[in-house]
Antibody
Framework: VQLVQSGAEVKKAGESLKISCKGS????????ITWVRQMPGKGLEWMGV????????KYSPTFQGQVTFSGDKSISVAYLQWTSLKASDTAIYYC????????????WGQGTTVTVSS | NFMLTQPHSVSESPGKTVTISCTGS????????VQWYQQRPGSAPTTLIY?????PSGVPDRFSGSTDSSSNSASLTISGLKTEDEADYYC??????????FGGGTKLTVL
């Protein structure tokens, strides 16, 4: 069981971006995926969750309207996207699988570093 | 807003035992599960403890979790400290809307 995230990205402010998280070794649509942000030198911040089977999504109030989660269960991939990046979006983004809804993580992705220059 | 407060840093010698606290700002920490995550420098987090006191397979029994309703806190205890335990440790629970809340993280130094 693993989650493999897409590679590092370097973008300019105002550009759009979509990063991915591909699950393998399990039935992707049966487990919630959460996204977590870590800004440089800072702690972990919860962004929200998505259930790939029906795309049920819950956003953290902090990130509601700032990002969009989506998923394609046919290829076992979850996505995190921005329509207009800001320099403050510079961070490492982790996807992770939840044991079940309302529970903690049992599998973490390796993280995707996003660098946004102004 | 519900918050989890952790000490910024702790340090202890190899072979000793250290406890990291995680205190809820309101309500009852016992009414929701607490998880603990370890993050070594330059690496993704890993799960140490789930559902207050359960260890995933592969996590040594030197790591244990507990909760205390009287102090509205959870604790991570690491016994037989090793230099490889140097890392950041995060607690995580939920607010009244079932949104995740992370503690600010505790940097453990093993010296």
């Amino acid at each position: 069981v693993q989650l493999v995230q897409s590679g590092a990205e370097v973008k300019k402010a105002g550009e759009s971006l979509k990063i991915s998280c591909k699950g393998s070794g399990y039935t992707f649509s049966n487990y919630w995926i959460t996204w977590v942000r870590q800004m440089p030198g800072k702690g972990l911040e919860w962004m929200g969750v998505i259930f790939p089977r029906d795309s049920d999504i819950k956003y953290s109030p902090t990130f509601q309207g700032q990002v969009t989660f989506s998923g394609d269960k046919s290829i076992s991939v979850a996505y995190l996207q921005w329509t207009s990046l800001k320099a403050s979006d510079t961070a490492i983004y982790y996807c992770a699988r939840l044991r079940r809804e309302g529970d903690g993580v049992d599998v973490w992705g390796q993280g995707t570093t996003v660098t946004v220059s102004s | 807003n519900f918050m989890l407060t952790q000490p910024h840093s702790v340090s202890e010698s190899p072979g000793k035992t250290v406890t990291i606290s995680c205190t809820g700002s309101s309500g009852s920490i016992a009414s929701n599960y607490v998880q603990w995550y370890q993050q070594r420098p330059g690496s993704a987090p890993t799960t140490l403890i789930y559902e207050d006191n359960h260890r995933p397979s592969g996590v040594p029994d030197r790591f244990s979790g507990s909760t205390d309703s009287s102090s509205n806190s959870a604790s991570l205890t690491i016994s037989g400290l090793k230099t490889e335990d140097e890392a950041d440790y995060y607690c995580q629970s939920y607010d009244t809307n079932n949104h995740w809340v992370f503690g600010g993280g505790t940097k453990l130094t093993v010296l």
